[in-house]
């Protein structure tokens, strides 16, 4: 059987009225030879049967072992020449494939291309409807969410695919995003594409979510400040030289990164004891969110 151009990878955890209506949306509207897979992380069994029965490759898991796990799942088994990593409350409007494909082999060193979006949790990729305007983001500053990723399935195996240590969901992205950008390729927004996303409908659902996220953005930033060679997968196509450089570029994100959310965490800590001084916290996030910005507009020149 020829090549497929595309995989698409989603991830389900329950939610089945929003993984039928994404599925129904990729069936009328993608342009290119595709198939399906559909990572169930241990929904109800009539909703993992409902599933199962949408996808034309399905892997079943018996718990939910967390989003990024399932995208590495589908990843393992993808046949496509490129990957779509798909979150299941998305709806795709006509022949956003072609475009999004066209997009990426259009630009030199392409590692990511990802469609606007209605919502994200990050707001560098959200818009009202579709623009003829295709952007190149600035490595590690505008950090758009994950919600469609499109990526050359050979680099993102190359890249460890996604990182598992952050648990059942957040963060995931952004270091997926820092990978990239640590390996000299681009992320680039095609605004032509526009995907309705719903947001949050699966993690809103996850026990603890706040402090899920609130732990693994910690977990990120402090894994990037301290990120040296032997932590960040580095593809043949980048020379040591210019990985090493864009590293320093993540460390420096990094560590404001870490400073501006233990300053947002303290001051988060004495809104919620108001019998703390609040004045100092407040002073301290703003001033360290006008050192990020200096910092980061120093090095990108």
């Given at each position: 059987m020829a090549q497929v151009r595309l995989s698409i990878v989603i991830p389900a955890w329950n939610q089945i009225t929003h993984t039928r209506a994404c599925v129904t949306s990729l069936r009328e509207n993608t342009d290119v030879s595709y198939e399906l897979i559909i990572v169930d992380n241990g929904s109800d069994p009539e909703e993992a049967k409902s599933a199962a029965a949408l996808a034309d490759e399905f892997i079943g898991n018996k718990e939910n072992l967390?989003?990024?796990?399932?995208?590495n799942q589908g990843l393992a088994i993808a046949a496509g020449e490129f990957i779509a990593f798909v979150?299941?409350?998305t709806e795709f409007p006509t022949a956003w494939a072609s475009k999004l494909?066209?997009?990426?082999?259009?630009?030199?060193s392409p590692g990511i291309v990802l469609p606007a979006v209605s919502a994200a949790g990050n707001q560098a990729s959200v818009r009202t409807g579709p623009a003829e305007r295709v952007t190149v983001f600035d490595p590690f500053t505008a950090i758009p969410s994950g919600v469609v990723y499109l990526m050359d399935r050979t680099i993102a195996t190359d890249l460890g695919g996604?990182?598992?240590?952050?648990?059942?969901?957040?963060?995931e992205d952004l270091d997926l995003l820092f990978t990239v950008w640590s390996n000299g390729l681009s992320v680039i927004l095609d605004e032509r594409v526009f995907v309705t996303h719903a947001s949050a409908?699966?993690?809103?659902?996850?026990?603890?979510?706040?402090?899920?996220?609130?732990?693994?953005?910690?977990?990120f930033a402090k894994r990037w400040a301290r990120?040296?060679?032997?932590?960040?997968?580095r593809i043949a196509a980048c020379p040591p030289g210019d990985f090493d450089s864009n590293l320093q570029k993540a460390r420096?994100?990094?560590?404001?990164?870490?400073?501006?959310?233990?300053?947002?965490?303290?001051?988060?800590?004495?809104i919620a004891h108001p019998?703390?001084?609040?004045?100092?916290?407040?002073?301290?996030?703003?001033?360290?969110?006008?050192?990020?910005?200096?910092?980061?507009?120093?090095?990108?020149?």
């Open positions: 967390g989003f990024a796990r399932a995208m979150n299941n409350d494909i066209s997009t990426f082999q259009s630009f030199p996604w990182n598992e240590q952050y648990g059942v969901a957040s963060s409908v699966t993690a809103a659902k996850l026990p603890g979510r706040h402090s899920i996220y609130t732990a693994n953005r910690l977990a990120a040296g060679a032997d932590d960040v997968p420096i994100a990094g560590t404001w990164m870490l400073r501006w959310f233990e300053a947002k965490d303290e001051l988060a800590a004495a019998e703390r001084p609040t004045t100092r916290m407040v002073a301290v996030q703003h001033e360290q969110a006008g050192i990020f910005r200096r910092l980061l507009n120093r090095w990108r020149g």
